[in-house]
């Protein structure tokens, strides 16, 4: 029986010795990243809200003028559609 071409050769599929030693080696790391964690000392200060709304209105500069400019050519593509 003739084997199938998209079985990959036994030489170049890991073995269960190789994924276990994988497997090993990933228990290892995620148990010393662990251990650093519970090593850490460091506590951010942080402040319960750092914006506050503010009682007076912003001011953005130019708004008016992208308004006006938003009219017109709401304008011109109704006068457009009008022809």
Do not use: I, N
Not at 10 to 35: F, G
Not at 47 to 72: C, I, K, M, N, Y
Request: glycine content about 2%; proline content about 11%; charged content about 30%.
């Amino acid at each position: 029986m003739p084997s199938r071409p998209s079985q990959l050769p036994p030489s170049s599929s890991p073995s269960v010795r190789d994924l276990d030693r994988a497997a090993k080696l990933a228990q290892a790391r995620a148990e010393q990243d662990y251990s650093e964690l519970l090593e850490c000392t460091f506590q951010p200060a942080l402040r319960p809200s750092t914006q506050r709304a503010s009682p007076r209105p912003v001011v953005v500069r130019g708004l008016g003028r992208h308004l006006e400019l938003q009219d017109l050519a709401k304008k011109q593509r109704q006068e457009a559609e009008e022809r």
